[in-house]
C-alpha cells in the first residue's frame, strides 16, 4: 500500500470520509495522517526490529580519525547487532565488543586514556543514543563497519511513497493512525475506546512498546558469572 492508499483505508474505517466539499469536510486532515502513519511505521520498527542493515556505507560505515574517539551514528540506526573495525592498512576486519561504562571501569578505570597511555588497538564500543565510543586507538584510515537494525531512510512524503517495511505490514500502521485520531481530546472523532482498541490491535502485530531506558540495559549482551567470594 502507498501513502494515498494508506489514508483512504483510515478514511473507510474511521468513517471520516469526503462529503461534498472536498478537505473542509474532514475530521482529520492529511497532514496529521501523513505524521501519524510515518510515526507508526517507526514505532513499528523498533518494536518488531524489522529493518535490519548490514550495507548501505551511509549507516553501516564510520571512518575514523586519529585522535577521536566518539562518532555520531546514522540518525536511522537505533540497536546495532554487531560492530568491527576494518584497518586501513588492509588486514582483515577484527570485531569490537560492545560493553557499557560500567564494565569498562570495572575492567580497567584508565580506558578513557587507552589511545594515549599505552597506545592500546581499539577493542571495546559503548554505544549511546545517537553515538559511539571507542575505547583505545585507531590508525590511519581505519573504518567501524556495523550491523544494525534501523529506522525508515525518510519520511512518507508523496501519496506514491510506500513504507519502507513488508506489505504484510500495512495494514497495521493504519490501527496507529486510528489510534492517534480517537485519542485526541475535543475532536469529532475522540472515542477512547475505540482508540484503545486500535491500540490493542496494532500491539497485537508488532509487540509491546520498547521502554528506552529497557533497550539501554539489554542493547549489551554480557554473560554473568558467579564469583566465589574468600573470607
Known sequence: MNLEELIRSFRALSRDKYKGNGQTDLLTLDEDLKEWLNEAQDEACVRARLIREESLAEVCRIPLTVGTHTYALHPSVYEIINIGLLPGNG??????????REWLDAYDCGWRDWDTRGRIPAQFVIQDDTSIRIAGYSELDDQVVLECYRMPLAPMVDDTDVPEIHRAHHRYLVQWALHRAFGVPDSDLFDPDRSEK?????????GLPVDADLRRTTRIDVPHHTTQSIV
Open 91 to 100: 588486514m582483515p576486519r577484527r570485531d569490537l565488543e560492545l560493553r557499557t
Open 198 to 206: 486500535a491500540n490493542r490491535e496494532f500491539t497485537a502485530h508488532f
